[in-house]
C-alpha cells in the first residue's frame, strides 16, 4: 500500500457510515444534503498554509466543521493536497491517484463523500516566467489540464445518484492592481478564473471566485507583503465562501427577541437581546429601528444573547420598530422585528 494510500485509509478510519445513495441527479441541479467526508484537494491553499492552525484554521477544516454542525454528524476531512502542487503534477505525482482510491474507498464502506473540493492553477502561472508568451502557454496548460482533473475526478464518482458536489476555487490576486490593465497580476488572475470556470463549468461543477472575497481586503485577508497566502481571516472568508457556494444550507437561522417585550417601555433606556442560532454558525447580527441601521448587535456570554442597550431618550413619545437581522456563514439572512411604545417627550441625551 502507497503512502498516500494508507494516509487516504487512515483519513476515511474516522468517517461515520451512512447508507449508500440510489443513482442519477445532475451535478449542476442538485439540492441533496450534504456527506460526511469532505475531500480537499489542490495545492497550498486546500493544504491550509496561512494559517496558524492549518488542520483546524484552514478553509477546508473549517468547511468539515460546518459539514459536522449542519448534519449533526462527525463529518471527516480527507486532505490529499500538496503545497506547491501544479495542474500537472496534480495529474502525475499521485494526488490524482489518491483521490480516486479515497472516493472508491468511501463507496466501498459506505461513506457519503460530499463534497469534493478543489484549488488549482494558480502555481501554474506563479511558475511561468513573466512573458506575455510564456503564460499564455502557462493559461492553456491549465485549461487542458483541469480538463483531465474534472473528467476523472467526475468518472471516479459514477455512477452514484447523488455524486459529490465538485467545488472549484478560483485564485484570488493578493496584489491589489487593477484587472483591466493588460499584464498586470489582477489582470493574468482575471484570466486565469476565466480558464477555470470555463472548465469548471463544462462538467457541471461548482465554481467559487475568490477575488472578490479578497478584493479590497488584502491587507486582512492575505499575509501580504511577506506572503501571498491567507491569513487566519482569510480562510475563515474562504470557507464561508465555499460553504455559500455549495448550497448546503438553504435556511436562515433563526431569531427571536428575548427583551424587550411587545408595548409600552417601562424605561427610556431597555435592554435589547435575542437568541440568534443557526446551524453551521451566523457571520453578523445588526439592529435598527424604524429602518434606521443602529449597527452590530454584539453577542453578550452572560446573557447567552446577542444584547445591547437601546438610549430612547431622543425619540419622540409613540410607536417604534425593532428589527434585528441575522446572517448565517451561507448569506441566508434572518430576521424579526417588535413594535414597541416610547412613552413621554423626547428629552436630549446627557453628554457621555
Same mark, same amino acid.
Request: charged share 20%.
Given at each position: ?9 487512515? =483519513? ?13 441527479? =445532475? ?12 475531500? !480537499? ?8 498554509? #496561512?494559517?496558524?492552525? +492549518? ?20 463529518? !471527516? ?32 464502506? #459506505?461513506?457519503?463523500?460530499? +463534497? ?24 492553456? *496548460? ?36 487593477? +484587472? ?16 477555470? !470556470? ?34 487566519? !481571516? ?11 457556494? =455549495? ?86 439572512? *434572518? ?8 412613552? #413621554? ?8
Amino acid at each position: 500500500m502507497t503512502r498516500l494510500r494508507a494516509a487516504v485509509m487512515r =483519513s476515511l478510519a474516522v468517517g461515520l457510515l451512512v447508507a449508500l445513495l440510489p443513482v442519477g441527479a =445532475s451535478r449542476e441541479s442538485q439540492t441533496s444534503p450534504p456527506g460526511n467526508v469532505h475531500l !480537499a484537494l489542490g495545492d497550498s491553499l486546500a493544504a491550509g498554509i #496561512g494559517a496558524s492552525d +492549518p488542520g483546524a484554521r484552514g478553509y477546508a477544516a473549517l468547511v468539515t466543521g460546518y459539514l459536522s454542525a449542519q448534519t449533526e454528524q462527525n463529518a !471527516a476531512l480527507i486532505n490529499l493536497a500538496v503545497p506547491g502542487e501544479t495542474t500537472a503534477s496534480f495529474l502525475a505525482g499521485g494526488q490524482l491517484d489518491g483521490a480516486e482510491a479515497a472516493i472508491a474507498d468511501a463507496r466501498a464502506a #459506505g461513506r457519503r463523500l460530499d +463534497p469534493i473540493t478543489l484549488s488549482l492553477g494558480a502555481n501554474d502561472l506563479l511558475a511561468a516566467p513573466a512573458t506575455h508568451d510564456d503564460r499564455e502557454r502557462a493559461l492553456a *496548460g491549465v485549461a487542458e489540464n483541469l480538463r483531465r482533473v474534472l473528467a476523472a475526478l467526475v468518472a471516479a464518482t459514477e455512477p452514484d445518484d447523488r455524486a459529490p458536489r465538485i467545488l472549484v476555487l478560483a485564485p484570488y490576486d493578493p496584489t491589489g492592481t487593477d +484587472p483591466a490593465l493588460p499584464n498586470t497580476d489582477a489582470w493574468w488572475t482575471a484570466r486565469l478564473e476565466a480558464a477555470i !470556470a470555463a472548465e469548471t463549468a463544462a462538467v457541471g461543477a461548482t465554481l467559487v471566485p475568490l477575488d472578490p472575497v479578497v478584493r479590497g481586503r488584502e491587507a486582512d485577508l492575505t499575509h501580504r507583503p511577506a506572503d501571498i497566502h491567507p491569513t487566519n !481571516a482569510g480562510h475563515a472568508a474562504i470557507a464561508a465562501a465555499v460553504w455559500t457556494a =455549495s448550497g448546503f444550507d438553504p435556511d436562515p437561522p433563526s431569531v427571536r427577541f428575548d427583551r424587550p417585550d411587545p408595548g409600552a417601555l417601562s424605561r427610556r433606556t431597555p435592554t435589547i437581546a435575542a437568541i440568534v442560532a443557526d446551524p453551521a454558525g451566523i457571520a453578523a447580527v445588526t439592529w435598527s429601528v424604524d429602518g434606521d441601521l443602529q449597527g452590530p448587535l454584539p453577542f453578550v456570554p452572560a446573557l447567552g444573547a446577542h444584547a445591547t442597550v437601546w438610549d430612547t431618550r431622543s425619540l419622540p413619545h409613540g410607536l417604534h420598530t425593532l428589527e434585528i437581522r441575522a446572517t448565517d456563514l451561507a448569506g441566508n439572512v *434572518g430576521s424579526a422585528s417588535l413594535p414597541v411604545e416610547v412613552l #413621554g417627550p423626547a428629552t436630549p441625551a446627557p453628554p457621555d
